[in-house]
């Protein structure tokens, strides 16, 4: 038999399972992984949903009798204080504002639930789909194994790809329940409670209008603190200075509120002439650089941080160093830390390099530089 043959045989079902293999691997892997997580998930929300639904009857109860105190003291005005009065709306208003923040997150929990039951049903089926097609492919795979040693080299390069849009989702959901966590402690909760004072603005307009003044400038002062923080988040989502002045003065102002915000002290330097980039190569080195300071808050126990960034026509560079404990590199990537595969991914999508040089004791600097190209 012509083994020229039956090379062709073989290179044209390797170029058969190099096309399909992503979806194949794609399916097998994030289908049972998924449905674990969807399982436990589940689980978690479930118990958060019976938990929030006793606290939201429990506070239902407070709330009747809060607003039958304050009843029998707005009816019995005569008889009872300033301080009382003010005291009995006050704390109408604190559980009238817990309970208005507790019945939106049951109502949010029992929509995840919803959701993910959903989502545990599909998973089911498209892990069942996933197992035939993965033995699908063991099957060809074991016939073919003499002649597909470089296919293995392949697979691990998927799984690596694979790897990185995990942590390229799990960085997302993690940011969005962040902004989530954010919105929800600070502006949602400022809001409610602006409405309740300027309902109470009403009454003092009714009963006591020479404390009108003093509670609107206070409501004012609340207000403009509310907008601040409206303002910082909108910041962390897309630092306008990055589109208006560009890189350097939007990495002076997060290292400014980096370091106000936690204590670390920050130095941002740079060498070469200041200048603008496209905007994906600016995002990339703002949001490695973002990245870095996470890790340094989170992990590093740092006292100080210098960011070098050095600009030039042909490339653009950042240095990212910290005094802070170190650790040790390959353990770092072993198990499972999505952030420096995350900012190796950013690199990479425009053809850059990162390195991270590290050890127990000895601090971390992270290099990045990223080469600008033509067109």
């Given at each position: 038999?012509?083994?020229?043959?039956?090379?062709?045989?073989?290179?044209?079902?390797?170029?058969?399972?190099?096309?399909?293999?992503?979806?194949?691997?794609?399916?097998?892997?994030?289908?049972?992984?998924?449905?674990?997580?969807?399982?436990?998930?589940?689980?978690?929300?479930?118990n958060l949903t019976t938990t929030v639904i006793e606290q939201v009857d429990e506070l239902e109860v407070e709330d009747k009798n809060a607003r039958q105190r304050l009843m029998i003291v707005s009816r019995n005005i005569k008889c009872y204080g300033e301080e009382d009065i003010k005291r009995a709306y006050e704390e109408a208003n604190n559980i009238q504002i817990k309970l208005i923040l507790l019945r939106e997150k049951e109502k949010q929990l029992r929509q995840r639930r919803d959701e993910l039951e959903i989502r545990h049903r599909d998973l089911v089926k498209t892990a069942e789909k996933a197992e035939?097609?993965?033995?699908?492919?063991?099957?060809?795979?074991?016939?073919?194994?003499?002649?597909?040693?470089?296919?293995?080299?392949?697979?691990?390069?998927?799984?690596?790809?694979?790897?990185?849009?995990?942590?390229?989702i799990k960085a997302q959901e993690e940011e969005r329940r962040r902004i989530a966590r954010g919105m929800h402690d600070g502006p949602a909760q400022s809001l409610a409670n602006i409405v309740l004072r300027a309902e109470y603005c009403q009454k003092l307009q009714?009963?006591?209008?020479?404390?009108?003044?003093?509670?609107?400038?206070?409501?004012?002062?609340?207000?403009?603190?509310?907008?601040?923080?409206?303002?910082?988040?909108i910041f962390d989502l897309r630092p306008m200075d990055l589109d208006d002045l560009g890189l350097f003065p939007a990495i002076r102002r997060y290292a400014a509120d980096f370091e106000t915000k936690y204590g670390?002290?920050?130095?941002?330097?740079?060498?070469?002439?200041?200048?603008?980039?496209?905007?994906?190569?600016?995002?990339?080195?703002?949001?490695?650089?973002?990245?870095?300071?996470?890790?340094?808050?989170?992990?590093?126990?740092?006292?100080?941080?210098?960011?070098?960034?050095?600009?030039?026509?042909?490339?653009?560079?950042?240095?990212?160093?910290?005094?802070?404990?170190?650790?040790?590199?390959?353990?770092?990537?072993?198990?499972?830390?999505?952030?420096?595969?995350?900012?190796?991914?950013?690199?990479?999508?425009?053809?850059?390099?990162l390195q991270i040089k590290t050890k127990p004791s000895h601090g971390t600097t992270v290099s990045v530089r990223i080469p600008i190209h033509e067109g």
């Open positions: 038999m012509d083994t020229s043959l039956l090379d062709k045989i073989i290179k044209e079902t390797i170029d058969h399972i190099e096309k399909s293999k992503e979806q194949i691997f794609d399916i097998a892997e994030n289908a049972r992984q998924e449905c674990k997580r969807v399982e436990q998930e589940l689980q978690q929300v479930k035939k097609l993965v033995s699908q492919v063991g099957v060809a795979m074991n016939y073919l194994a003499s002649n597909l040693e470089n296919i293995w080299i392949e697979v691990d390069k998927l799984q690596l790809q694979q790897q990185y849009g995990v942590a390229v009714e009963k006591k209008p020479e404390l009108l003044t003093e509670e609107l400038i206070s409501l004012q002062e609340y207000a403009r603190e509310t907008l601040d923080d409206v303002r910082k988040i670390i002290k920050v130095e941002v330097l740079s060498r070469g002439q200041p200048r603008r980039y496209f905007q994906a190569l600016e995002v990339t080195i703002f949001r490695i650089i973002q990245e870095a300071l996470n890790n340094v808050q989170k992990h590093s126990e740092a006292q100080n941080v210098r960011i070098i960034i050095e600009f030039s026509p042909l490339a653009l560079s950042a240095r990212i160093i910290d005094d802070g404990k170190g650790f040790d590199l390959k353990n770092g990537f072993e198990i499972g830390h999505f952030g420096l595969r995350g900012m190796q991914e950013w690199a990479q999508i425009l053809q850059g390099t």
